[in-house]
């Protein structure tokens, strides 16, 4: 399973910020360099999958060959508390991962070094992703892949329940009164209790581009949570509208630990995914059948979550024209086919989804399709904040046991707090 969620609270190094803005600007002209023999660049990345692992390696021992230079790998494990503490003892490496959620706060404290959009061919990726890593104008990372959420169908489960799978609704509000029926039909041939119609994940990751539908605003401009916001309650609603069919469950409710095991083993019939759960059903469950599809609308438009990251240049480094040529050769066209065939993750140019034939595969077009109305996670420095005081409280709100409007004021008021502290 690809993990996207390297979080930390963003209040740990405050002494960040003068720190690295008095390292100033180590950008230098591009000399059209290529001969690096003899030079050493760091790069700082998070332990992946098997697949990710050798793909990386492949890519470091292409680079090595074809530039003389020596590539040390930094593996984190827990990788934003330990490369903030690398970045304040002035050990970071050269270049980096940023995960999209955590840019905001790379680029505000000054952890980041401009980079030239036309050296980096800024104009061959999706807007959407240039714009995720851009602050005024300027690119301080550039996208190396990206993953959306679909709708995965079980196909398998409706051909036995004789329902077909192009009967699906297409917006959740049509779900809510779809579900009970699909539920009774489930239960007539699996037994009551056994399979469930739906998945949904408790986790504002996965539920923010409810939360904005007709312009809600869940996080203020100062960073403080608004999720008890009239308008944010009635969105998110819809959730608990959702799981009062009794056709919808977490992955845990099944025994699971996260959708791709639930639908995997056949514990579910539907469920919204990224599409690097492609390959682990193609691999782990490729006796399970499965279809891909859009995500439902919601008030009338489209919308998913998008999730990406990107390779940034560390501001104080002083190998500063090898990384570019680092982060110019990994999101290349050439690169960044390599990496995306090698790991099933989606690529953020244009160029490579064609390269890679990803648009000849229709279910990971679905994915790809969504880059132009999906919502990146991504809103300022307190979002992982507010989400651990989402996850505390939402369940309350979902299971009945408290109202939606007072779970979440609680998370206003512990995100809030959490947020002040820091």
């Known amino acids: 399973m690809k993990v996207w969620k390297k979080l930390v609270s963003v209040g740990i190094v405050t002494a960040t910020v003068g720190l690295l803005a008095a390292c100033g600007s180590t950008e230098k002209s591009d000399s059209g360099k290529t001969d690096f023999k003899g030079e050493t660049l760091t790069i700082g990345v998070w332990g992946g999958n098997e697949s990710e692992e050798k793909s990386l390696d492949k890519m470091i021992e292409t680079f090595e060959k074809d530039t003389g230079a020596k590539i040390e790998k930094k593996v984190y494990t827990d990788y934003n508390t330990q490369i903030q503490a690398d970045m304040v003892g002035k050990t970071a490496p050269d270049v980096f991962y940023v995960d999209a959620q955590m840019y905001p706060f790379f680029s505000q404290n000054g952890m980041l070094e401009k980079l030239d959009s036309d050296k980096f061919e800024a104009d061959k990726f999706y807007d959407s992703l240039i714009d995720t890593f851009s602050t005024d104008g300027d690119l301080y990372a550039v996208p190396k892949d990206m993953s959306t959420l ?4 079980n196909t398998e489960i409706f051909e036995k329940t004789g329902v077909s799978v192009d009967d699906i609704p297409t917006s959740y509000e049509e779900y809510v009164e779809w579900l009970p029926e699909f539920q009774k039909k489930i239960d007539d041939v699996y037994g009551a209790g056994k399979v469930f119609a739906m998945s949904y994940n408790q986790d504002l990751s996965r539920n923010y581009h409810l939360a ?10 100062d960073g403080r949570s608004n999720l008890a916001n009239k308008k944010v309650v009635e969105n998110l609603s819809i959730l608990k509208d959702l799981v009062d069919t ?3 469950v977490t992955p845990k409710d099944v025994g699971t630990g996260w959708n791709g095991e639930a639908f995997g083993t056949g514990k579910i019939a539907i469920m919204d995914e990224g599409n690097w759960v492609y390959e682990t059903l193609n691999t782990e469950f490729s006796d399970v059948p499965f279809t891909v599809r859009k995500m439902p609308t919601y008030k009338g438009t489209e919308g998913s979550m998008m999730f990406s990251v990107g390779w940034g240049k560390y501001s104080g480094t002083k190998q500063s024209e090898l990384a570019d ?9 050439a690169g960044m086919q390599g990496w995306v065939e090698g790991t099933g993750t989606l690529p953020s140019r244009e160029d490579v989804a064609k390269a890679a034939k990803i648009t000849d595969n229709p279910d990971l077009k679905v994915h790809l399709d969504a880059w132009d109305y999906a919502t990146v996670w991504q809103n300022g420095v307190t979002l992982d904040t ?13 299971d009945g ?12 008021e512990q995100a809030n707090a959490d947020i002040d502290a820091q």
């Not at 679909?150 to 169908?153: H, T």
């Not at 005081?389 to 979902?398: R, T």
């Open 325 to 333: 040529k680092w982060i110019q050769y990994a999101t290349s066209e």
């Open 246 to 248: 009794k056709a919808v």
């Open 401 to 412: 046991s408290e109202s939606f409007e007072k779970a979440m004021k609680q998370v206003d």
């Open 212 to 221: 904005i539908r007709d312009d809600a605003q869940p996080i203020e401009k």
């Open 386 to 398: 507010i989400n651990k005081a989402y996850q505390n409280f939402v369940p309350k709100a979902l």
């Open 150 to 153: 679909a709708i995965y169908l």
